[in-house]
Every structure is written in structure tokens, then in C-alpha cells.
């Protein structure tokens, strides 16, 4: 049982459109990371929102984390080829993580 | 000044026989964690260490599995008896000092494949 549901679990967009993909829980988090993953190799880490309420800008990339840090979107704006992977949240819990399930991006040129 | 590395990249297995997965973390980071990442699914946690203790050992699924840390550095993850469900891809993740919101950096991971 994942504590985290990402959705779209999938989106394929054509370059310079925009997105946005959603983290929501149930449960509170002392902060919330978001990753992307690309095929064979391990997640790399985009943001860190602590605070509730939080924006935080990642050029093209924008992060927003709940008031009650519950739940985080990542809108993308202006797509890009590059921008394709696996974009998977993270919420901490203490010095445990739990990951949701990812959603799987892919840009096509 | 090598990032996370693991070895073996890919590991194949025979049901019930015996593994072990290392993991390299980035010299000083005292805090190292195990995930593990099934098909299709995000990392799910198996154990957290400080330094040389196993600090959160909650997320490893049952007694086949263990890990040890002893110098504090390179971690081992060892699973006995392996069955076809243990197949994944194991992750392996180190951070400066565990502390909240400190960036965990991940290595390519291992394969695991049980036949």
C-alpha cells in the first residue's frame, strides 16, 4: 500500500505544452521531495519543500506543497524532450521516506 | 569523489540460494538507506542506518533479509533463502547526515532476478 498516489500514473505531451502531476497523502510530512528517475539508473532529487504553503521555482519547474503538507504538485511549463522520465515524490516521515508510485512523463518532439 | 556506486550492477539467482548486494556510499555521508523498487513502483524503504547502527530496520520485509554497516562506510545487504517474489531492483541511497530535508543521493542500483 503506497502512503503516497501520484497521478497521471502516465502522460505523453507534446513539446512546449505544459503539466502538472499531483502528490497526495493522507498522512503529514515533515517535508516532501521530488525526484525524477531515468531507465538504469537511480532517482536524482529536484526539490526539497519543507513549509506548508511552500513555492518553489526550479526554472521551468514550479513545486508547490500543501497548506496542510499533505499533498505537492510539479507543473512543468513549456515541455521539453529532455524534461521525458519518471517524476516520483518522497515524503519524510522522521528519516524514513515513502515514495509513491511515480508518474511516468514522456515528451515527444 | 565518486557518486553512490553498487555492485553487482545485475545479480541472477536460483530460488533459495543466498545473496549479497553492496553498496558504496559518497565518503562522509554517515547516513545510509536501503530501498527496494519493484516493476512499475516507486522505492519502497528497508532500512536506514547512522553510522554503523541500523537505526530503522522497519521496512525490511521479513527475517531473510539483513544488512550490516560495520565500519560505518560500505553497507551490505544480504538476502537468505531468496524466493521469485525478492526480484527487483535494489537501491541503495546515502546522505550527509540523515538529518530532515538532507539530499539523499542514490546509486544505479542492483538487478535482482530469483529464477
Known amino acids: 500500500t503506497q502512503l503516497l498516489e501520484q497521478s497521471p500514473q502516465f502522460l505523453s505531451i507534446q513539446e512546449g505544452e505544459n503539466l502538472t502531476v499531483y502528490c497526495n497523502s493522507s498522512s503529514v510530512f515533515s517535508s516532501l521531495q521530488w525526484y525524477r528517475q531515468e531507465p538504469g539508473e537511480g532517482p536524482v532529487l529536484l526539490v526539497t519543500?519543507?513549509?506548508?504553503?511552500e513555492v518553489k521555482k526550479l526554472k521551468r519547474l514550479t513545486f508547490q506543497f500543501g497548506d496542510a503538507r499533505k499533498d505537492s504538485s510539479l507543473h512543468i511549463t513549456a515541455a521539453q524532450p529532455g524534461d521525458t522520465g519518471l517524476y516520483l515524490c518522497a515524503g519524510a516521515d522522521f528519516n524514513k521516506f515513502y515514495f509513491g508510485s511515480g508518474t511516468k512523463l514522456n515528451v515527444k518532439p | 569523489g565518486a557518486g553512490v556506486s553498487q555492485t553487482p550492477s545485475n545479480k541472477v539467482t536460483e530460488k533459495g540460494k543466498y545473496v549479497e548486494l553492496r553498496c558504496d556510499p559518497i565518503s562522509g555521508h554517515t547516513a545510509l538507506y536501503w530501498y527496494r523498487q519493484s516493476l512499475g513502483q516507486g522505492p519502497e524503504f528497508l532500512i536506514y542506518?547512522?553510522?554503523?547502527?541500523?537505526?530503522?530496520d522497519s521496512g525490511l520485509p521479513n527475517d531473510r533479509f539483513f544488512a550490516v554497516r560495520p565500519e560505518g562506510s560500505v553497507s551490505t545487504l544480504k538476502i537468505q533463502r531468496t524466493e521469485r517474489g525478492d526480484s527487483a531492483v535494489y537501491l541503495c541511497?546515502?546522505?550527509?547526515?540523515?538529518?530532515?530535508?538532507?539530499?539523499?543521493?542514490f546509486g544505479p542500483g542492483t538487478r535482482l532476478t530469483v529464477l
Open positions: 542506518f547512522q553510522g554503523t547502527g541500523a537505526a530503522d
Open positions: 519543500v519543507v513549509t506548508g504553503g
Open positions: 541511497a546515502s546522505s550527509l547526515t540523515g538529518g530532515r530535508g538532507d539530499e539523499q543521493f
